[in-house]
């Protein structure tokens, strides 16, 4: 077998699977099983969500090392799905690394979302998440348009522009522009809760919490990348808000903190049906689309039961309500025989910190200690509580996976 042409093909199908938004354990884990699967020797595999690399060796003694730049992440997690199948499969049959390869160019030229579910998924995920932070109809109604037209600008400026710090700039700053405007001439009511609701798009808490859960998993370097980009883009979107406002100076005191909509209902309501704006936005397909509302849902309604019936802090409700939906999408993940992580990523986004994040990074600059120490705190508790509550959950599961192989001396052997 050429062994290099088959560690070629196995860090392609790794690299694609961070391009698509893997978490890093599951590419580290996907290589390792593979490269176990066609018997070599020996094998090392470091992963960070910028490269991967490997150095194997065979059973004949020679050594090869290959690495592999990652460029960005564009989220797919239909592709993921077929992604994590296809090393399944390597890990099952072995084949030739030709197939392999034409195997992974099968899964490459999957078609992408199109651009009219786009344009609704991005409507859905903004208006809805604007009513989500106490806005009215009107309000929906700015961000739609606002979010239609920062889309379409967006897939040109995308084609020349991979910094997030420079494209959350511009984008944030149209995006300001639109909607000062359009609440200058009435269209809109708060021009707070329409800038959430939009920069919802952009804005990466959920890369903030992976950052801060792959620290937490000594994951260092790999966590101080994502936690890095996730503050590039925030300081963007703050960036462009901030010039934006600049051309308008009165507008900087019509700046308010977010509040929820006070109907715990409607709460539920706005936000599942954002976050299925986001499962689509994700490339989530078929059912699953259906089984990440679901969980979102699920997800807001343990918040609120943990946070107002228990009398918990933010971060315990938030640690509880994300126990939850790890659990959740680990069940979803084998009834479906997919990764968890297309069921976790759209599901747990009411609980993402992304307007804390946004108000850390805006009342940093615009030197406003009571914001930023406020907001800060909040950002703080709140990716704690989700990460940990992942941790937890998947240190049950290991453990109790190891109790039901009696590999703790407990259970079957």
């Known amino acids: 077998m050429d062994h290099q042409r088959l560690l070629k093909v196995i860090l392609d199908i790794g690299k694609e699977m961070i391009i698509s938004g893997a978490e890093i354990w599951r590419v580290e884990d996907s290589v390792r099983r593979m490269l176990d ?25 020679e050594i090869y ?11 797919n997690l239909d592709r993921l799905d077929y992604l994590n199948n296809l090393s399944r499969f390597a890990c099952a049959n072995t084949p030739d690394p030709a197939v392999l390869e034409i195997k992974l160019a099968e899964v490459l030229a999957r078609p992408g979302l199109r651009r009219w579910v786009k344009y609704l998924a991005s409507v859905m995920a903004a208006s809805c998440f604007t009513v989500f932070f106490n806005g009215d ?37 149209m995006m300001e522009v639109m909607t000062i405007l359009l609440v200058y ?20 808490g959920l890369g903030l919490t992976n950052g801060i859960r792959d620290l937490l998993q000594r994951n260092t370097l790999s966590g101080i990348s994502t936690i890095s980009n996730a503050v590039l883009g925030a300081a963007g979107i703050a960036i462009g808000i901030s010039l ?15 509040e929820l909509i006070p109907n715990a209902a409607l709460q539920l309501l706005f936000g599942t ?7 689509l936005l994700f490339g989530i397909k ?15 309604a343990v918040y609120l ?43 747990v986004f009411p609980l993402i910190p992304g307007a804390s994040l946004y108000y850390t990074v805006f009342g940093l600059m615009m030197k406003n200690h009571e914001m930023y120490t406020q907001q800060g705190y909040s950002l703080l508790t709140t990716c704690l509580g989700i990460a940990f509550g992942f941790i937890i959950v998947e240190v049950l599961t290991k453990y109790a996976s190891l109790i039901a192989h009696g590999y703790l001396g407990i259970g079957k052997k």
């Not at 961000?143 to 511009?170: D, F, Q, S, W």
């Open 37 to 61: 699967a066609y018997g070599f020797a020996r094998h090392n595999v470091w992963v960070i969500s910028s490269c991967i690399q490997a150095t194997v060796e065979t059973n004949d003694g």
């Open 65 to 75: 090392t290959q690495i592999r730049e990652v460029g960005g992440i564009a989220t």
């Open 137 to 173: 109809a009107a309000d929906a109604f700015v961000a739609g348009m606002v979010v239609l037209a920062a889309t379409r600008v967006g897939e040109t400026i995308r084609r020349h522009e991979t910094n997030p710090l420079i494209y959350n700039t511009l984008i944030a700053f």
């Open 185 to 204: 001439g009435q269209v809109g009511h708060n021009m707070s809760t329409i800038t959430i609701g939009v920069i919802m798009l952009l804005i990466s």
């Open 244 to 258: 934006a406002m600049l051309a308008f100076r009165e507008t900087v005191n019509l700046i308010q903190i977010y």
């Open 273 to 279: 049906v954002g976050c299925v704006g986001f499962a």
């Open 286 to 300: 078929g059912r699953q689309i259906i089984f990440s509302g679901i969980g979102a849902f699920c997800t807001w």
């Open 305 to 347: 039961l943990a946070y107002q019936y228990i009398e918990a802090t933010n971060f315990v409700a938030t640690l509880v309500a994300a126990a939850f939906v790890a659990a959740y999408a680990g069940i979803m993940a084998r009834v479906n025989k997919a990764p968890a992580t297309i069921f976790l990523t759209a599901s």
